[in-house]
């Protein structure tokens, strides 16, 4: 199985990095961004680590576990329900650790590698929150939960592509659009199911941070997609469109279910497929992605079909 540090490994390719010439600021949008981070800093150690336990043990909402409803959790004793509320979390908060440290490198080599000062701060401020998000995910997965999974097949798929990326632009829309509206949906889903007051306030705070990571991608990306040529915009399309695909379908903690015993696998889909979490899920996401994604040109009359197919609403 691949783990996140086998992704690292993997890095063989980036975009060139621009020391600049010309230190003039040019754009107020980002910089009044980069202020505003800069003034919304705020520490791990703020976090109350010390808050006891929520009640049995439940960590969410168990109306928000994959497989509520089902036969599976209706056979399932009280204490076994507790013990797979536990691994469903850790996996879900294990993603998004993986997620964040990968948000983290690319910011690093987005600071790198864009050409205009003013976003380059930008960067360099985000890279401190993701920083910040790893740092807390890591504390509350490893000591709240206890376990952590190995990063998902999928989202490795989304964390290569954004670190591999070439060019800064196809960064931007993997790591700006795609992971960071993956991300927030993900974050907004379990910050509505949580039962443990010390991850409600850990999602909270990490959400108003990744709100500014997406405003930057739309405005760090504005202009570039107009500037760029078809084959190269339509290739920023096509890869939005296979990406919604997989996150309408979502993640599948397979590692979850093999560690309760279970092995019917489409079956275990199935479930999964029309439980309420993945309805939240999909409600959080899309209307946030989708609009934003049309405003900028990301999604076009070429790939409009591909959205409705799914049945989400691209007005
Ligand atoms: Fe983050
Ligand atoms: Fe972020």
């Not at 993701?130 to 740092?135: F, P, S, Y």
């Not at 989304?158 to 993956?182: F, G």
């Not at 949906?185 to 850990?202: P, R, S």
Request: with cysteine; net charge negative.
């Amino acid at each position: 199985m691949n783990t996140i540090e086998d992704t690292i490994k993997a890095i063989d390719a980036m975009a060139a990095s621009l020391l600049l010439t010309e230190y003039a600021s040019s754009r107020p949008d980002l910089i009044e961004l980069y202020e505003r981070a800069k003034s919304k800093q705020w520490s791990a150690a703020d976090l109350p680590w010390e808050t006891p336990y929520p009640a049995r043990g439940l960590f969410v909402d168990e109306r928000m576990l994959s497989l509520y409803g089902t036969p599976y959790y209706q056979a399932m004793s009280p204490v076994r329900r507790a013990e797979y509320n536990r691994l469903e979390t850790a996996w879900v908060l294990s993603q998004f650790m993986h997620g964040e440290q990968t948000s983290m490198l690319v910011c690093g080599q987005l600071m790198a590698a864009l050409p205009e000062l003013d976003a380059k701060f930008y960067a360099a401020s985000q890279g401190y929150d993701e920083a910040r998000h790893t740092e807390v995910y890591r504390r509350y997965v490893g000591e709240r939960l206890g376990l952590v999974y190995e990063i998902d097949e999928q989202l490795r798929f989304l964390c290569d592509t954004a670190l591999k990326a070439p060019d800064w632009a196809m960064k931007l829309v993997a790591n700006q659009v795609v992971i960071e509206s993956l991300a927030l949906g993900a974050f907004k889903t379990l910050f509505e199911a949580a039962q443990d007051t010390l991850l409600a306030e850990l999602l909270a705070r990490v959400m108003q941070d990744e709100a500014r990571h997406i405003a930057f991608g739309r405005l760090a990306l504005e202009r570039a997609l107009v500037e760029c040529d078809e084959p190269t915009r339509a290739r920023y399309e096509d890869f939005l469109a296979t990406c919604t695909q997989m996150m309408y379908y979502g993640f599948f903690p397979a590692a979850v279910f093999r560690d309760l015993g279970l092995d019917d696998v489409p079956q275990l889909r199935a479930y999964v497929n029309a439980s309420e979490q993945r309805r939240l899920f999909r409600s959080n996401l899309f209307p946030q992605l989708i609009p934003s994604a049309r405003s900028i040109g990301l999604i076009t009359d070429r790939t409009i079909g591909r959205y409705r197919a799914l049945g989400i609403d691209v007005a």
